[in-house]
């Protein structure tokens, strides 16, 4: 089945700061979502980004759906921003597919 | 409009023990898919349902199983629990097309001891 890789797993920001999250994915997709789990376990969903650019805010996504990646975007990162961050693609069944996401810790 | 609401938030079961988990979708919605969090595995598909049928199944045993109301409503439940079915278990919900946004809930965190 496909596979969706996340990267870095783990990243740590002073308040401010800029960041890149990267997702990777094994095979052409129609479906690809960006979500943010906060502290208390709710998934949030981000952007749905099969394909282009999108911003809402601070945040921004970019999917390059030919080679087979996607980009988040986070600037003047705050403290809220903290959490895991999940990309996930549609599988074969229909369902998400999601990569182990990327931990972000934002440092006042 | 209301978000996605799953009851309870927290459960503490015993091994051999049944529970059953509660999620009312976002009205409008026809679609509710449910997904298991752990440390290990991360994030993974049980089921979906729309309009009361179930539609995609994961690869999950048959101790795990569910159903939708004509509300929209749907419940999970896991029979014979195991000390590994301690997760978080997330519901979403969408309109029921194909390739469009899904809406979480906060989840049901499970613990099995």
């Known amino acids: 089945g496909i596979q969706v890789e996340q990267s870095p797993p783990d990243l740590i920001l002073q308040e401010g700061a800029n960041s890149t999250l990267r997702c990777n994915f094994s095979d052409s997709v129609n479906n690809l979502q960006w979500f943010h789990q906060n502290p208390w376990g709710q998934l949030i969903n981000l952007f749905y980004i099969p394909s282009g650019t999108k911003q809402n805010g601070r945040l921004s996504a970019t999917t390059v759906a030919t080679e087979r990646y996607s980009l988040l975007y986070i600037s003047s990162s705050q403290t809220t921003d903290s959490g895991v961050y999940f990309c996930?693609?549609?599988?074969?069944?229909?369902?998400?597919?999601f990569g182990k996401g990327t931990k972000l810790s934002v440092k006042p | 409009k209301a978000g996605v609401t799953q009851t309870p938030r927290y459960l503490i079961k015993t091994r051999g023990q049944q529970v059953t988990l509660s999620c009312s979708p976002i009205s409008g919605h026809r679609s509710v898919s449910w997904y298991q969090q752990t440390p290990g595995q991360g994030l993974q598909f049980l089921f979906e349902?729309?309009?009361?049928?179930?539609?995609n199944k994961g690869n999950f045993p048959g101790r795990f199983s569910g159903r939708q109301f004509s509300n929209s409503r749907s419940e999970m439940n896991v029979s014979t629990l195991e000390l590994g079915d301690s997760a978080l278990y997330l519901c979403a919900s969408s309109l029921g097309w194909v390739n469009e946004k899904l809406f979480f809930g906060s989840g049901t965190q499970l613990s099995v001891l």
């Open positions: 349902y729309f309009s009361e049928t179930q539609r």
């Open positions: 996930a693609v549609e599988g074969s069944q229909g369902n998400l597919i």
